[in-house]
């Protein structure tokens, strides 16, 4: 599977746009980008996924560049319910989750 | 609603016993999962299954089973437990649809609250 880098942690301001990126720079042409999330002290939650495609639910947008060698997912109107680890990662679709470190988002009031 | 469930939601144990961590779906999904949870290394997979009579181990399987009875259960085991073993478990299941596109709900994993056990 892709190796996949986050920043460590990010902060934003709630009722603003997160943002948060990922570098998967040796994706295969197979291989399709998910993102989950933790709440403290819950399981993860499927935010999105997406190949090429720039990609929109209820949730958040995924926004994946031309060359597939990095992507970022927006939450557009951060909420403080937001404040969660967001992992994102690469694989093949019928590969099971390989999940890293992720980004922690702060939202603050 | 459909739902997935855990329990116990909070287990204390001594080294060497064996304990069972239940894991129940109500989504009539295939395939089911176990994962571990530890400062500093994110979630590990233990073991997994894709149905009935189906296991196969995940990356620090040793030391846990399971099996695979029906659809809606996958016990994780722990066979003599150690202080190593004090962690969070969730368990996970998600649908293996034979459509294909973004909207397949295949890879979109459901997880459980979790079990904190502590082995003293």
């Known amino acids: 599977d892709a190796k996949t880098t986050q920043p460590p942690s990010m902060d934003c301001a709630e009722g603003r746009a997160a943002n948060l990126p990922c570098n998967h720079s040796t994706i295969s042409g197979n291989e399709y980008v998910y993102w989950y999330r933790q709440i403290h002290s819950q399981g993860p939650q499927y935010i999105i996924h997406?190949?090429?495609n720039n990609e929109t639910n209820e949730m958040a947008s995924l926004i994946i560049t031309e060359d597939r060698k990095s992507s970022t997912l927006i939450l557009p109107h951060a909420t403080l319910r937001d404040t969660a680890v967001y992992y994102c990662?690469?694989?093949?679709?019928?590969?099971?989750?390989?999940f890293g470190t992720g980004t922690r988002l702060l939202v603050s009031p | 609603d459909a739902e997935i469930t855990q329990s116990p939601r909070h287990k204390i144990t001594e080294t060497g016993r064996q304990v069972t961590l239940a894991c129940h779906q109500t989504?009539?999904?295939?395939?089911m999962f176990w994962y571990r949870q530890d400062l500093g290394h994110g979630l590990r997979l233990i073991h997994y299954s894709y149905g009935v009579q189906d296991t196969n181990k995940g990356e620090v399987s040793d030391g846990y089973s399971v099996s695979r009875s029906n659809t809606e259960d996958l016990p994780l085991t722990l066979e003599s437990a150690a202080s190593s073993q004090t962690s969070v478990y969730f368990c996970?299941?998600?649908?293996?649809?034979?459509?294909?596109?973004?909207?397949?709900?295949?890879?979109?994993?459901?997880f459980g609250p979790g079990t904190r056990l502590t082995v003293l």
């Open positions: 996970a299941s998600s649908d293996q649809s034979s459509t294909d596109g973004l909207a397949g709900a295949y890879n979109e994993q459901f």
């Open positions: 990662i690469v694989k093949p679709r019928f590969q099971k989750l390989v």
């Open positions: 989504w009539n999904h295939n395939n």
């Open positions: 997406g190949l090429k």
